[in-house]
């Protein structure tokens, strides 16, 4: 595609609900990131994927948390059993260079969560 | 934990003057990067300035950085309201990208 998708765009879910939050990266990027946004806030680092390398889930706020990213391409942020205070923005980013080379990354629009 | 922190975290000034944001950070890196968003939407990547560079400019904005002090500054000059938008730096160390809290601008006409 012409830049980085991610949806759904806006997800409203119950406290204890399963979501997954999907981005589709810019094809050929090999590197993807995970971010978490609330509001007014800056980014919070979550995941980072790196070509066929073992992903960086330093960020991971708990073990409810896990993100996968299938053939190098699409990647999918699944939240189980949310909470009130996983309601935020999460961005998808991707990027041609990794490591020394990190370039310039490209984000998606972002999947607003709000968990009532 | 964050590696870069925005100084100021608002600023609001009139269409026409410059406006100045800060970026410090902590450990050492490969390069730094400005990021722009406008409300509610996804980050834009506004320019990049490699370790061993001092200085760079692309249209109205200057970038400076100053290794030994580890920080940055982005001049964005004749401020128009369209800039009204938050930045974000980010540093690029030895694998992620790490960005940090942003500063609110805030162009008056």
């Known amino acids: 595609g012409a830049g980085v998708s991610q949806s759904p765009s806006n997800k409203v879910t119950e406290k204890g609900k399963d979501v997954e939050l999907r981005c589709d990266p810019i094809?050929?990027?090999?590197?993807l990131y995970w971010y978490r946004q609330s509001l007014g806030q800056g980014l919070e680092f979550l995941i980072y994927?790196?070509?066929?390398?073992?992903?960086?889930k330093s960020g991971l706020p708990s073990d409810r948390f896990s993100a996968e990213r299938t053939g190098g391409s699409v990647s999918t942020l699944t939240i189980q059993r949310t909470q009130q205070e996983d309601s935020a923005v999460y961005l998808c980013?991707?990027?041609?260079?990794?490591?020394?080379?990190?370039?310039?990354?490209?984000f998606g629009e972002g999947s607003r969560l709000t968990v009532l | 934990s964050q590696q870069g922190e925005e100084d100021p975290q608002a600023l609001s000034i009139q269409e026409g003057e410059n406006a100045t944001m800060n970026c410090s950070y902590k450990?050492?890196?490969?390069?730094l990067q400005w990021y722009r968003q406008n409300s509610g939407r996804g980050l834009v990547h506004l320019i990049l300035?490699?370790?061993?560079?001092r200085e760079k400019h692309s249209g109205r904005l200057r970038v400076t950085l100053d290794t030994s002090k580890k920080s940055s500054s982005l001049l964005i000059t004749a401020s128009r309201a369209a800039d009204t938008a938050s930045y974000f730096c980010?540093?690029?160390?030895?694998?992620?990208?790490?960005f940090g809290q942003g500063t609110r601008l805030t162009i008056n006409p």
């Open positions: 094809s050929g990027h090999t590197a």
């Open positions: 450990t050492s890196i490969n390069n």
């Open positions: 994927f790196q070509g066929n390398s073992a992903p960086d």
């Open positions: 980013a991707s990027s041609l260079g990794t490591g020394v080379n990190t370039g310039e990354l490209f």
């Open positions: 300035i490699r370790s061993n560079e």
């Open positions: 980010a540093t690029a160390g030895a694998q992620k990208l790490v």
